[in-house]
């Protein structure tokens, strides 16, 4: 297993650890499991293009470890009322949409590639996340949890707005 994929694995393996820290309301911890499995986001990426070590593996697990470690601190953020259900719900009925188009698209041998503003929207997600993390790490200044709220709340927008990106891109996909 080259680099990049042992990155992706180590971003997967670090969910459960930083729940387990998060309910145990260890926030700093939380926050640095959560800094360090987003920042092998980056690397694995960099690497892999770099060093042409692109693999099948990578390009399925990648966005899959990125989507369980950010709606995992999502789910958290609910459970502690942060953030609303509905916005989650939001942000996975466009994950179902574009992974319904890229299954139908990969019926007819056809891959659908990722755009720059799925990509912002994944950024704005682990940002906000760190910053209502570092809210929760530091409780003297409150003020930290407001501003990853609203920098959710972009994140939220950027969801919607590379979500009808991808279906006018590809809307061929559903007349196939």
């Given at each position: ?8 694995l ?6 459960p ?11 700093p ?24 070590l ?28 942060l953030?609303?259900a ?36 994944t950024?704005?997600?682990?940002v906000s996340v760190?910053?209502i993390?570092?809210?929760l790490?530091?409780p003297?200044v ?8 609203y920098?959710f ?22 007349s196939?």
């Open positions: 297993m080259n680099l990049p994929n042992k990155l992706t180590i971003r997967v393996i670090a969910v650890f930083f729940i387990i820290l998060f309910l145990m309301e260890k926030y911890a939380a926050l640095v499991i959560f800094v360090a499995a987003s920042i092998t986001d980056y690397f694995d990426g960099k690497i892999a293009r770099e060093q042409n692109v693999t099948n593996f990578g390009k399925i697990m990648d966005p899959l470890a990125d989507k369980i470690l950010v709606y995992s601190a999502l789910c958290l953020f609910i459970e502690v009322e953030i609303d509905w916005m989650l719900i939001v942000i996975l009925a466009r994950e179902f949409i574009i992974a319904g188009m890229r299954t139908v698209a990969a019926s007819e041998g056809r891959v659908l590639a990722a755009g720059m503003s799925g990509k912002i929207k950024a704005l997600q682990m760190c910053i993390l570092l809210g790490a530091v003297d409150p003020k930290i949890v407001i501003v990853g709220y920098v709340l972009l994140s939220l927008v950027m969801t919607i707005y590379s979500g009808c990106e991808y279906v006018i891109k590809n809307k061929d996909v559903f196939m």
